[in-house]
Every structure is written in structure tokens, then in C-alpha cells.
Nanobody, 126 residues
Framework: QVQLVESGGGLVQAGGSLRLSCASS????????MGWLRQAPGKGREFVAA?????????YYSDSVKGRFTISIDNAKNTVYLQMNSLKPEDTAVYYCAADRHGSSNVYNVQIYDYWGQGTQVTVSS
């Protein structure tokens, strides 16, 4: 069983930065695909970023965050990070860390993720 705990959310002004962390207990990320997804008020959950070991550690980003967000992993700490720069009000959402135990390359599909954290709120003021 994998447990994921996010931290690092908060309130920031537009143009600012935040770094989200996702700590895993239970096992390491080896062979997993790790993703960050978000859900804004009144909207469905959407893909933000992911890293997939089955694809040699390739990273993936949604068009809306590409060039502003960076996903990374510290295997020694069993922690996944999402560095978010140049934040915009439309980035406001609850951000979730998720893990796909099959290490799929189809990381854009929110249905593939088996384990989810509790979410952390990110609010960007204009």
C-alpha cells in the first residue's frame, strides 16, 4: 500500500512561486508513474504534470503549465516535487499527488492513477 501526503500549498500573488511536495510511505517510486493533478472549483480533475519510469524518467506537462512548472523526484527521500513559477489566478485549485503502480506512459489520463494524496490548496490572487 502506498500513502501519499502533499504539502506546500498556500496563497500567493500572481507571478509568484510555490513548491509542492509529495512524500510517499510504503514503498519507493521505482517502476511507478508519479503525477500531479488539480481540481478547480466547479471543474473536473485535470492533469498537470507527471514523470514515468517506464519511459526512462520522461516528464510530461499540460500545455497550460509547460514552461512554468517542473516536476522532479528525490528517490532518497521518496518525495516528488512540483515547482510552480509565474503562477496565474487560473492555477488556483486543489493539487493532488498521484501514483500509477503500472508505470504507464499514458499519464495524461487521470483514470490510470491508483493512489492519491489528500490534496493541497493553491490560491493565486490577481
Amino acid at each position: 500500500q502506498v500513502q501519499l501526503v502533499e504539502s506546500g500549498g498556500g496563497l500567493v500573488q500572481a507571478g509568484g512561486s510555490l513548491r509542492l511536495s509529495c512524500a510517499s510511505s510504503g514503498r519507493t517510486f521505482s517502476n511507478y508513474a508519479m503525477g500531479w493533478l488539480r481540481q478547480a472549483p466547479g471543474k473536473g480533475r485535470e492533469f498537470v504534470a507527471a514523470i514515468s519510469w517506464s519511459s526512462g524518467g520522461s516528464t510530461y506537462y499540460s500545455d497550460s503549465v509547460k514552461g512554468r512548472f517542473t516536476i522532479s523526484i528525490d528517490n532518497a527521500k521518496n518525495t516528488v516535487y512540483l515547482q510552480m513559477n509565474s503562477l496565474k489566478p487560473e492555477d488556483t485549485a486543489v493539487y493532488y499527488c498521484a501514483a500509477d503502480r503500472h508505470g504507464s506512459s499514458n499519464v495524461y489520463n487521470v483514470q490510470i492513477y491508483d493512489y492519491w494524496g489528500q490534496g493541497t490548496q493553491v490560491t493565486v490572487s490577481s
